[in-house]
C-alpha cells in the first residue's frame, strides 16, 4: 500500500526531472528535482546568506511561530469556552470579532512595524492575528455543539457550574479546538513566512532566506526554502494530530 501511495509523486518527479533534462521546462524558471536537491544541501552547508545555515533559519522561525501561536492559543481557548458558555458574553465581543476577523493579518505587517519594531513581537503579532480567530471560532463551534441534555443532566446530578464548566464544556469542545489549532498553525506559519519578507533584525528565518535568495537569483534555494517550510508544516500537522488522538482517548 505504501509503495502504491509513493508511485504517482514519483512518477511527477520523474517527468518533470525529464522534461528539465531535455530544457521544456526552463531552469531559471523552475529548477529540476535534482538542482532542488543540490540547492538544499547548499543552504545546509554554505547558507543563505553564505553563513546563515538552514537550521538556524529554521530554529529562528520556529521560535517566532511558537511564541505568536502560544499566546493565541492561551487567550482564544479560555475566552472562546467563556464566550460559548454565556450568551450575553457571545452578543458583546461577537461583533468586534467580526469586524476584525476578516481583516488579513498581512494587513497588519505596517502597523505591527511601527508599534513593535522590526524582530521578535511584530512577527509574532502578526502570528498572534493568524492563529487567534481560528481557534477561537472553532472553540465557540464546539462548545454550542455540546448536546444540552449533558448540561441538564448535570445540573440534575447537583454539578456545581464550575465543574460542569470542566469536566464537560472542555472536554465537549476538544475536537473543535483542535480543528481550529490546525487551521490556526497552517495560517499563522503562512503570515510568519510573509512577515519576514519584510525584514528581520536577526537575519535568520524562512522567509528571510527565500527573500535573499530571490535578491541574488537562485530558484533552485528558493524552491528549497519551499519544500522545508512544506515539511515543517507537515511534521506540526502530524504533531498536533497525535495530540489531538491522546486528548480524545483521554476524554
Known amino acids: 500500500m505504501k509503495g502504491?501511495?509513493?508511485?504517482?509523486?514519483?512518477?511527477?518527479?520523474a517527468i518533470w526531472q525529464g522534461l528539465s533534462l531535455i530544457h521544456v521546462i526552463p531552469s531559471y524558471k523552475l529548477p529540476s528535482p535534482l538542482d532542488i536537491l543540490l540547492g538544499l544541501k547548499d543552504l545546509a552547508v554554505v547558507g543563505m546568506p553564505p553563513g546563515y545555515r538552514l537550521h538556524n533559519h529554521i530554529l529562528y522561525s520556529l521560535y517566532r511561530v511558537g511564541y505568536g501561536y502560544a499566546a493565541a492559543c492561551l487567550i482564544a481557548i479560555p475566552l472562546g469556552l467563556l464566550m460559548g458558555w454565556s450568551p450575553k458574553?457571545?452578543?458583546?465581543?461577537?461583533?468586534?470579532?467580526?469586524?476584525?476577523r476578516p481583516i488579513p493579518p498581512l494587513a497588519w505587517i505596517p502597523l505591527a512595524i511601527l508599534w513593535f519594531g522590526l524582530g521578535l513581537r511584530s512577527a509574532a503579532?502578526?502570528?498572534?492575528l493568524g492563529v487567534f480567530f481560528p481557534v477561537?471560532?472553532?472553540?465557540?463551534?464546539?462548545?454550542?455543539?455540546?448536546?444540552p441534555i449533558l448540561i441538564e443532566a448535570a445540573r440534575t446530578l447537583q454539578g456545581r457550574e464550575r465543574h460542569i464548566f470542566f469536566k464537560v464544556l472542555f472536554p465537549g469542545a476538544v475536537p473543535s479546538i483542535f480543528v481550529g489549532m490546525r487551521i490556526g498553525i497552517g495560517?499563522?506559519?503562512m503570515t510568519l513566512v510573509a512577515a519576514e519578507f519584510t525584514g528581520v533584525k536577526e537575519?535568520?528565518?524562512l522567509g528571510y532566506m527565500i527573500m535573499t535568495a530571490r535578491d541574488i537569483q537562485r530558484p533552485d534555494e528558493i524552491v528549497a526554502g519551499m519544500l522545508v517550510i512544506g515539511m515543517i508544516g507537515l511534521l506540526i500537522d502530524i504533531a498536533i494530530r497525535a495530540a489531538e488522538s491522546m486528548s480524545v482517548r483521554w476524554r
Do not use: C, D, H, Q
Open 125 to 128: 503579532f502578526i502570528i498572534f
Open 4 to 13: 502504491e501511495r509513493l508511485l504517482i509523486p514519483l512518477l511527477l518527479l
Open 89 to 100: 458574553l457571545l452578543k458583546m465581543i461577537r461583533p468586534i470579532v467580526e469586524v476584525v
Open 203 to 205: 537575519g535568520y528565518g
Open 136 to 147: 477561537l471560532l472553532n472553540t465557540i463551534a464546539g462548545v454550542l455543539s455540546i448536546n
Open 187 to 189: 495560517i499563522g506559519w
